[in-house]
């Protein structure tokens, strides 16, 4: 181990004991880490826009490639910042609607192809019973919880007998999928922290060890 790497190793660990320390209570240290994180985001996602957007898909274009008409996109990029100020700040929605209109049309089409079909084709499963037992249950199942779900949004008509047991279905079948998200993103939180705690025991552990060895 170098002293760049055993410096750089205390500055992680630092800011890693200074986010942990929110458990306790707010506290300066806690802040600083939290400001030094937000800044170094924000710079870094500055830098990501001008070398990725800017450039690759604007200058470089126009000034190697000669389309020209990217020009257009840029001054209502510009147009944006008209937002700021007083007078022209009503300038911001031009851009701002072509953005919105853009960007829907994009994933309108992106969500269909790459979310409702899929989830549509996966819920039409054959009850044949001929697929085995497993397989039968398995879309069983599925065909009861999407059932029942699409009922329980159906409000139309007052859940009341039978169409209310099956609203009910589809609230369990509901919660089951919060739960199971929920838990989800609990792991992969424990997961990360995990991570941390990996760190400042091996690697910072490692480094006061090194420090008196």
Known sequence: MTWIEFVQIWIIAFFTISLFSFLYKDNPFYRIAEHIFAGLSAGYYVGLVWHAVILQQMI???????KWWLVIPGILGVLMFSRFTKKYH???RLPLAF????????????????????????TMLSL?????????????????????????????????????????????FIMISFGAHFGYTVMARISLLIG???????DWGGSIIWLFS
Request: net charge positive; glycine share 12%; charged share 15%.
């Open 60 to 66: 470089n274009p126009m000034t190697e490639g000669g």
């Open 128 to 172: 044949n019973p001929a697929q085995g037992l497993e397989g039968f249950l398995l879309a069983l199942i599925i065909t009861i919880g999407v059932i029942s779900t699409l009922i329980y949004f159906y409000f139309s008509k007052e859940h009341k007998g039978t169409l209310g047991a099956i609203a009910k279905t589809g609230i369990w």
């Open 90 to 92: 009503w300038v911001s």
């Open 196 to 202: 941390r705690i990996l760190f400042l025991i091996d």
């Open 99 to 122: 953005v919105m209109g853009n960007t829907a049309g994009i994933f309108i089409l992106s969500e269909l192809h790459g979310k409702v079909i899929p989830q549509l084709r996966s």
